[in-house]
């Protein structure tokens, strides 16, 4: 296989797996934290929509010839142990989690994404679509700061949180990948550096949606 189908391989291997994980994790979220039956069937919904995207990725690995289960495995570790050290504590931190957390995460992605075939960057547009989260997740916080305007300082804090670590993972994972780590920068050399820039960049705007200081 070639150093370029290698990096694809391994861009859909690490998709597919956010996209189970998050499937399994949202689903539990939804159980344990959601205050009414209708927000508990609205998160519902995104995890079956991350479930969805999971299958065509699963599918689309498949159709290229690689073993799905292998093409996650290297990144089992990394998504783990940032789902683990970003557990939420309540509903509010779910829904912080959901836009803020997974929403750098899935930049990353899409970073990735712009230097892959047609068809893989089509596919990787699908899955990564919003599916309603930013408004679910925007509308409900936002309802929650207007009731309560202090509890903007912790959520705050708890966006930085989990944003420096899924930095810290995605770091890992480039350097521990380098066929991944060509696709995170552009054909003529850009420092990755620079990536990363822009996903600090747009995590602020979506911290600003949600009615929070970014910090730095």
Same mark, same amino acid.
């Given at each position: 296989?070639?150093d370029?189908s290698s990096?694809?391989?391994?861009? %859909?291997?690490v998709? !597919?797996?956010?996209?189970? *994980? +998050? #499937?399994?994790?949202l689903a539990?979220d939804a +159980?344990?934290?959601?205050p009414?039956?209708n927000d508990?069937?609205?998160?519902?919904? %995104?995890?079956?929509?991350?479930?969805?995207?999971?299958? %065509?990725l699963r599918d689309?690995?498949?159709?290229l010839g =690689?073993?799905?289960?292998? $093409?996650?495995? &290297?990144?089992?570790?990394a998504?783990? @142990?940032?789902?683990e050290q *970003?557990?939420p504590?309540d509903?509010?931190? $779910?829904?912080?989690?959901?836009?803020v957390?997974t929403? /750098?995460?899935? @930049?990353?992605?899409r970073? !990735?994404a $712009?230097?892959v075939?047609?068809?893989?960057r089509r596919?990787?547009?699908e899955?990564l679509a919003?599916?309603?989260?930013?408004?679910?997740?925007v509308e409900?916080?936002?309802?929650a700061?207007?009731?309560? &305007?202090?509890?903007?300082?912790?959520? +705050?804090?708890? =966006?930085?949180?989990?944003v420096g670590?899924? %930095?810290?993972?995605g770091?890992?994972?480039?350097a521990?990948? &380098?066929?991944? !780590?060509?696709?995170?920068?552009?054909?003529g050399g850009? @420092? /990755?550096t620079?990536? #990363?820039?822009?996903l600090?960049e $747009?995590h602020g705007?979506?911290?600003?949606?949600?009615?929070l *200081?970014p910090g &730095?």
């Amino acid at each position: 296989m070639s150093d370029s189908s290698s990096g694809v391989v391994d861009l %859909l291997g690490v998709l !597919a797996y956010a996209e189970l *994980t +998050a #499937f399994l994790r949202l689903a539990e979220d939804a +159980a344990r934290y959601a205050p009414t039956l209708n927000d508990r069937a609205a998160l519902g919904d %995104l995890a079956a929509a991350e479930y969805a995207h999971f299958r %065509l990725l699963r599918d689309r690995l498949a159709a290229l010839g =690689a073993d799905p289960e292998e $093409a996650m495995a &290297p990144f089992v570790r990394a998504l783990d @142990d940032w789902h683990e050290q *970003t557990a939420p504590g309540d509903w509010l931190e $779910a829904l912080v989690k959901a836009y803020v957390g997974t929403g /750098i995460a899935l @930049d990353f992605y899409r970073e !990735a994404a $712009a230097y892959v075939d047609e068809e893989t960057r089509r596919l990787v547009e699908e899955v990564l679509a919003d599916e309603g989260r930013s408004q679910f997740a925007v509308e409900r916080v936002g309802a929650a700061l207007k009731e309560d &305007p202090k509890l903007s300082g912790r959520l +705050a804090l708890w =966006a930085r949180r989990m944003v420096g670590e899924a %930095l810290s993972q995605g770091q890992h994972v480039a350097a521990a990948r &380098p066929e991944l !780590a060509g696709l995170l920068v552009s054909a003529g050399g850009e @420092d /990755i550096t620079r990536m #990363f820039t822009r996903l600090t960049e $747009a995590h602020g705007k979506r911290m600003e949606a949600l009615g929070l *200081t970014p910090g &730095p």
